[in-house]
């Protein structure tokens, strides 16, 4: 999801892509905070929406990159928080999932407009629709984990 919001980015206007930075920053830090059992589905709906950010018409593409920057933040955020260590190391270890999200975000806003314009407009929904079905696949294989209820089992077993 980091490296689609840069290559959006690299769409955008400056300040456009200033104001969609400030969101992701703001909703990476409420991600940082907070916690919930909902992250796998959370994930998977942000892979799913920055692939969706990448194959709409670049129209589109102008709104929806600072929509969709909210729930990517926070899904990266919560991500990186959940897999701090809880010893002393633990602000090191976000400080240091921060700035590996915030240079590839960068990287990739700086480097996709180097791409001829042809391999840029091929190459954009391609890396959408395969966000997309990493998404799709994470979601379904979140889904299929969960343990079926007592009674259902009986029932698919007449």
Known sequence: PALALGVALAR?????????????TATFCAGLIA????????????LIASGAM????????LWMTPVLAVP???????TISFDAPQDANWVAYIVGG????????ALAALLWPML???????AMPILGSWLIAIGLLLAGATLAERPVA?????????
């Open 12 to 24: 955008l206007r400056p300040i456009l892509a200033a104001s969609t930075c400030a969101l992701f």
């Open 116 to 122: 001829p314009a042809a391999a840029s407009r091929i």
């Open 54 to 61: 990448l194959t709409v018409p670049e129209s589109l593409r």
């Open 35 to 46: 916690r919930s059992a909902l992250l796998p589905i959370i994930g998977s709906l942000s």
């Open 98 to 105: 921060a700035q590996t999200g915030s240079w590839l975000i």
């Open 72 to 78: 990517l933040g926070l899904s990266i955020g919560m």
């Open 150 to 158: 007592s009674g259902s089992a009986d029932v698919l077993a007449e």
